[in-house]
């Protein structure tokens, strides 16, 4: 187990008013910098099943700031119905010096057949699977570690029931993380676990839309987010796009034209959007884009659900297939500044859910995201996941806990995200670098990403295809072609309809993703390759 | 690690007709008995979110049974729109030799900060904490286990993105285990992994319900259950019960002289029952009353949810105080058959959807459970699993196949639980010891528990309480003033208005729940001494 972490702070002050601390500016990674300024919590906080609120591990001061405004007008009648949970009422008397509780029906940790749980992971700055193998840490929880005084999470707690927000433990961990990347500009923020975003967004439009509802979203959005909502009553209203997301000008002219009797719904009170390489797009929208946004939520009281899987997936910027390689961030401070501002950290009104998760930047397995939204938003939440999803496997909330927390330490968690960042910035390169040498650019055309995990072929010359029928407009006829002809060559590409908000509306536009996430660089060039074959013979082009 | 188990099988085959391997019989305990006679399967099916179906996992021949009733006219308008992923249309591709895909977003899992993961857990037959710390077995996971043949599941598998069904791996042991212990007595039964029972039940109901809709159940409940149905528009119809649970009669009854406008609701077609160890009346219902209810539900086509967290929690007979112990299951063999049978193990309908839990054999933070059902009613659970729940996290899987599959085996975990229902009877015993000694007869009775966690006290002279008013009949007042004079003395019970089906019924009947799971035993006795306390105070009596 790593040593205990020294607790002096060194901090720096970022243009936003977030104090941040700075450990890369030390020479030696202070991993776990934030802790000496925590406040102290009673062992009873750390406890089986223990109630905790993210207002608590809050280190900002709050009270000048403005609250959340309301939102019952939104909530449904199912949220509206959900109230708390008559037997954690009995909790309450659980206080009581010296009480034997034959109350709660909680199995005794004596029959988990667990003694300990470790997991060997990498040191900081040593992040390679390489290095890791050589050089990682194994790090080990025991059954009792609390009620010995040896780690303020264990077996006997984190394998017992918990909250549906999650433990304590790992919840002050996400709320400071999220104060230190984001310090929403509004009172009463709260965070809370999911077990991911797909569930978040589930519960989020059980909470906020009724059937029939129509939601805004980009224009090719989430096929997941689009099935998700059907089944549900709630249709997308796509909303055209450019390289950065939704244009806030079409949004305004949608909203502001909205006829009921035409659409067959209400006028939207939601918008979903993926800001930061959106899938399947790969769009990244500005800080100004998002404050332009931002304003059209507030004139037409939209309510945003912010879901940023890839927020830290932002890469390095791109300059050409042989231009120099920008410097990495040289502090945390600059890390988080080079970042694009989410919404959350526009929020003045508390209008906006994030969403975020640990899927693309630790493990997809480990089935723990966090939401992030208004005191009133997320009580809603944790009322639902408490009767149902329940909090996150405890098997993963101590694992990351034990990584995130004990081990790494904030700074050590950012400098991971800074090593993903460069590696990330590997593959988009290597994924461009193949698009220029072997792509028909009389065809197609492309956005270089700046985040995220997607690109977005634009097959802008569709029309050339031999098969185009002017009349029919058979984009979708012509899109199915290319696909079948790039798997004849030996390649796998998503088709760009399977991302249409609405299937309903024709399209004029036909578009593949690729994806530089998962592939071994040399394949990803030689799929490229396949895929400028599979073009050129399509399209009978000789480029 | 252990080494590998042998792969000769001893078997036995019981009066159902399921034949189960017997590792008791033998001197040492084969743990991994069923190893022999699994179908060989392709290495593709251990992959990164690989597709499977619990069917190929059936080891029995279900040819001759008859095909589940279909459930159409159940199904609501939300899990009827629910289709298949688009996206996972592409997977079908990817059998093609040599294909390079673009298409998925997985992440690599060289950015998982994970090398090994890790447990320390009981051998077979040495399972208590004590000789678990002296004897345990470390069993590790390695990342890439899968890629260099160490073993079929690993780091890089388990924490990658998933189906909603979870991980083939801990899928077919699921399958195999439900197979020996409820052989389902038609052909197109099927499992998939639920992420706890809890939100099994918010599944179910979203797949087969309606609001306005009313369901029956025991007339006390769980009182999840009917928090969980009501934000749905849901509404418990509490059926009258005795010590086995449900009665039959009263069940038919209510059912034929249904009155649409009286009850504000059509006639109900769901059943939600937890037929053993039931919460929180601790009602077990013997195979006999199974069968009559069974037979009820045919009638009025009723389909049944049978949640089922305590079945292995079923004890040893109780002999009185000082009554002889009986002697423990001498095989598994014995201990599967001394089980009451479950509702699924009688359904030749396929109208029984049963929830499963680790949560009170191995341990509640896994948040794993599974559902069983007909191919029908699992395809929409898994349909809707993919869009919001997931499978459970990867880290409770990994950890649970290793010990379940790898280590312990279908024997193993047969022993454990035999393990457990020993403790759970000292348990059991412990606390009606210390009633007997402790309680005012006259004003309190009980039944002995048979399965589960909890103890219903029935104060059944509840009139004699100083304050009873017979013209307001005010019990839930009584309850109050009980509930806080056991708190004056310093213990904690449940009230057992918390556990009404239906909150608007009036009732007659008094009830406090009581658990003898979580305090060690000497405070369980202390618990209910103080409780003996409370109700002599209470009402006067100097018994």
Redesign the interface.
Known sequence: MAPPAALEVEAVTDTTGVTIPDPLKAPVPKSNDIRGRRKKADKAQWGVAAPSDSANFRQGNYDDKPLARRWDHYIS???H???G???KK?AG??G?P???????????S?????????????AVGK?S?QE??ES?V?LTAG?HDLAEDKAIFDIAT?????QGTGAAQLLRWITEHTEMVHNPPYQDWRCTMS??S??GL?MALRMLSRPGDMMLSEDYTF??AV??A????VRMCGVPMDSEGILPDAMDEILTNWDVADRGARKPHLMYTVPTGQ?PTGATASGARRRAIYKVAQKHDIYIIEDEPYYFLQMQPYTGSDGPNPPPPASHADFIKALVPSYLSLDTDGRVMRLDSF??????????GWVTASAQIIKKYQQHA????????????L?LWK?VDEHWGHGGYLD?LIH?RL?YTTRRNIILGACEKYLPKSIVRWNPPSAG??HWLDIYAYKQHPLWDEKRKNVEEIEERIFMKI?DE?????RGS?FYADPSQKHDTLFF???????PGE??E???R??GEALRREFGVKE
Not at 230 to 233: E, H, S
Not at 386 to 395: A, C, K, R, V
């Open positions: 009648d199912e949220a119905t959900r109230k949970n008559n037997l009995a008397f659980l009581k010296g009480i034997i509780s034959l109350g709660g029906g909680l199995p005794s004596e029959y988990f057949p667990f003694e300990e749980l470790s997991i060997k992971v990498p992040f699977e890791t193998k990682g194994i059954k984190a394998f017992n029931y918990g077990i991911g797909t569930s589930d096929a997941a099935e998700c059907l089944p549900l009553g899938n899927s693309k930047v630790l493990a997809p397995g480990s089935r723990i408490d009767l149902s999803t329940q909090g996150p496997s405890g098997f993963s909330q694992a990584l991971w993903i590696e995990m997607f798997i030996g390649a796998l590409l998503m399977w993703r690729a994806t530089y996430a998962a592939a394949k990803i030689e799929g490229v396949r895929l």
